[in-house]
C-alpha cells in the first residue's frame, strides 16, 4: 500500500471496505462509516441486514488507521459484544493488522489501538474515555443505565462518535425514545424491508409473516415497536376503543324517557259552583 492509497484509505472508511475488504456496502452502511467525527448515530434496521458487520468495520477501520484509540461494544448480553469483537478480529485478520493482545473480550493493534466487549451491567464500565466508536447493538434491549453510562464515555474526547443500532422493541425503550424524539444531533438510518425491498426475497419474507404473525413481523422485519411489549393493549385497540362516533341516525322510541300516563283531572274548588258556600 502506498502513501497516497494509504491517505485516501484513512480518509473514506468506504473505499476502504470496497477495495481492501472486497465488499460493497449499502447506502445505509456508507452514511454510517462516512459520519463526521463526534456524530451521534440512530440506526434502526430490520433482521440479519449487517448492523454488527457494519459497525465491526468502523471499529476496524479505526483500529488501523488512529493510533492509540479506544473503542467499545455494548449489549445486552457480554457473549454478544464478544461475537461483535470476534467481527472486528476477522477484519483485522483479514487487511494483515498484527495483534499484541487478543482475548475474546479484548483486541490490541501493535499501534496501541483497542477494542473492549462490555458486559451488560452499567456497574463495571463506568471511567474508560472513549475516543474513537461507542457502539451500543440492540440497544433497544439495553437498559438506561447502561445508555447513560456509555454517554459520558466521549465527554472529554468530543471526536468520538456514538452509535446506536437496534431492531425494533418497544416505545419505551431508551433506543425508539431517542429515535422518535426531536433532536436534531441524530443522524437516523433506516435500513427495513418497507425502505428497501431488496433486502430479502419476497417468498422468504411472506413465509416469515405467515410464522411469526403480523406484530412480530412488523416488529423485526419493518422496524415498528409493537405496543403490546410493554402492555397488553395494542394500539389498534386503543384506536377503536376511543374512536367514538355518533349514531348514524336520530335516536328512535327506544332511546327516550319512557311515557308518562296522562294526568288525572282535579275539580278547582274555587270554579265548582257547589263548593263556592263552603270555602270562603
Known amino acids: 500500500m502506498n502513501n497516497l492509497h494509504e491517505a485516501a484509505y484513512r480518509l473514506d472508511p468506504v473505499l476502504w471496505v470496497l477495495e481492501i475488504l472486497g465488499i460493497t456496502p449499502t447506502a445505509w452502511q456508507e452514511t454510517f462509516l462516512r459520519s463526521p467525527r463526534g456524530s451521534s448515530i440512530l440506526a434502526l434496521t430490520a433482521r440479519q441486514v449487517g448492523k454488527t458487520t457494519t459497525a465491526a468495520w468502523a471499529i476496524a477501520h479505526s483500529m488501523v488507521f488512529t493510533p492509540g484509540s479506544l473503542s467499545v461494544i455494548a449489549c445486552p448480553a457480554q457473549r454478544q459484544s464478544a461475537e461483535a469483537v470476534r467481527r472486528v478480529r476477522e477484519i483485522l485478520l483479514k487487511v494483515g493488522a498484527k495483534l499484541v493482545s487478543d ?4 483486541l490490541e493493534l501493535d499501534n496501541g489501538s483497542r477494542v473492549l466487549a462490555l458486559p451488560g451491567s452499567d456497574d463495571s464500565i463506568r471511567g474508560l ?11 433497544a434491549r439495553l437498559s438506561e443505565d447502561i445508555i447513560a453510562a456509555l454517554r459520558p464515555m466521549r465527554a472529554r474526547r468530543p ?18 425514545t431517542a429515535w422518535t424524539s ?56 386503543y384506536a377503536r376503543v376511543t374512536d367514538l362516533r ?7 322510541p327506544a332511546f327516550g324517557p319512557p311515557p308518562q300516563p296522562p294526568p288525572v283531572p282535579a275539580p278547582n274548588p274555587f270554579r265548582d259552583p257547589t263548593l263556592q258556600g263552603a270555602v270562603r
Open 129 to 139: 474515555t472513549v475516543d474513537a466508536w461507542i457502539v451500543a447493538d440492540e440497544a
Open 182 to 237: 426531536d433532536d436534531p444531533t441524530w443522524i437516523r438510518l433506516k435500513a427495513t424491508v418497507d425502505t428497501d425491498p431488496t433486502l430479502f426475497p419476497a417468498e422468504y419474507l411472506e413465509q416469515e409473516r405467515k410464522a411469526l404473525g403480523e406484530h412480530a413481523f412488523r416488529r423485526e422485519y419493518l422496524g415498528i415497536p409493537v405496543s403490546g411489549a410493554a402492555s397488553p393493549f395494542t394500539w389498534e385497540l
Open 159 to 176: 471526536q468520538a462518535r456514538l452509535a446506536m443500532l437496534s431492531t425494533a422493541w418497544s416505545r419505551t425503550d431508551p433506543f425508539w
Open 246 to 252: 355518533g349514531p348514524s341516525m336520530p335516536p328512535g
Open 103 to 106: 482475548n475474546v473480550f479484548a
